[in-house]
T-cell receptor
Framework: KAGVTQTPRYLIKTRGQQVTLSCSPISGHRSVSWYQQTPGQGLQFLFE???????NKGNFPGRFSGRQFSNSRSEMNVSTLELGDSALYLC????????????????FGNGTRLTVT | AQSVTQLDSHVSVSEGTPVLLRCNYS??????LFWYVQHPNKGLQLLLK??????LVKGINGFEAEFKKSETSFHLTKPSAHMSDAAEYFC????????????FGGGTRLMVKP
């Protein structure tokens, strides 16, 4: 079974631009979460989608948004990029949201490394 | 509110010696606790999780962790380090009603010397 696939692996953008990252979950998984990893702030939760609805949201500005499609694939978008948005963005999927089942481990992709210049 | 503190940012051990990575947590609710490992340029892999069953949790690759409520700790141990264990390790807490909204510790980089 294929794992969580994130595209692209690397991305370079300039300040003020916008970017869209893509995540394909494991087949059959319906929950997709996004995390930002930076050297300064560590790993921080962005948002979680389940059945095309945002279920949880972290403490990020409105420039960060996401969506989930009917096939559970997800995209996240960052508008008006800032230098501080440079990070590894990790996507994770699980069968259900954890509150529905404790036997629903989270599987992470290898991430998209975004560099803003 | 919940938080996680990993007490050591770097730990260095010799191959074949024990590993101890320390983690303290704070949670308003009965938490679920996890340890994840991240190898360079890779995503995160679940090592083990605690969800209010046995307090001693066994994970993959010989790792285990003990949940101590009185000390609010969830330290990760392994009897004998292997070179392939060199990686970054994250202690993670989640409230039961928080979906997949995980709170990560700052990470501990484990170095294994030959």
């Amino acid at each position: 079974k294929a794992g969580v696939t994130q595209t692209p692996r690397y991305l370079i953008k300039t300040r003020g631009q916008q970017v869209t990252l893509s995540c394909s979950p494991i087949s059959g998984h319906r929950s997709v979460s996004w995390y930002q990893q930076t050297p300064g702030q560590g790993l921080q939760f962005l948002f979680e989608y389940f059945s095309e609805t945002q279920r949880n949201k972290g403490n990020f500005p409105g420039r960060f948004s996401g969506r989930q499609f009917s096939n559970s694939r997800s995209e996240m978008n960052v508008s008006t990029l800032e230098l501080g948005d440079s990070a590894l963005y990790l996507c994770a999927s699980s069968l259900w949201m954890r509150e529905a089942s404790d036997n629903s481990p989270l599987h992470f992709g290898n991430g998209t490394r975004l560099t803003v210049t | 509110a919940q938080s996680v503190t990993q007490l050591d940012s770097h730990v260095s051990v010799s191959e074949g010696t024990p590993v101890l990575l320390r983690c303290n947590y704070s949670s308003s609710y009965s938490p679920s606790l996890f340890w994840y490992v991240q190898h360079p340029n890779k995503g995160l892999q679940l090592l083990l999780k605690y969800t209010s069953a046995a307090t001693l949790v066994k994970g993959i690759n010989g790792f285990e962790a003990e949940f101590k409520k009185s000390e609010t700790s969830f330290h990760l141990t392994k009897p004998s380090a292997h070179m392939s264990d060199a990686a970054e390790y994250f202690c993670v807490v989640s409230a039961r009603n928080a979906g997949n909204m995980l709170t990560f510790g700052g990470g501990t980089r484990l170095m294994v010397k030959p």
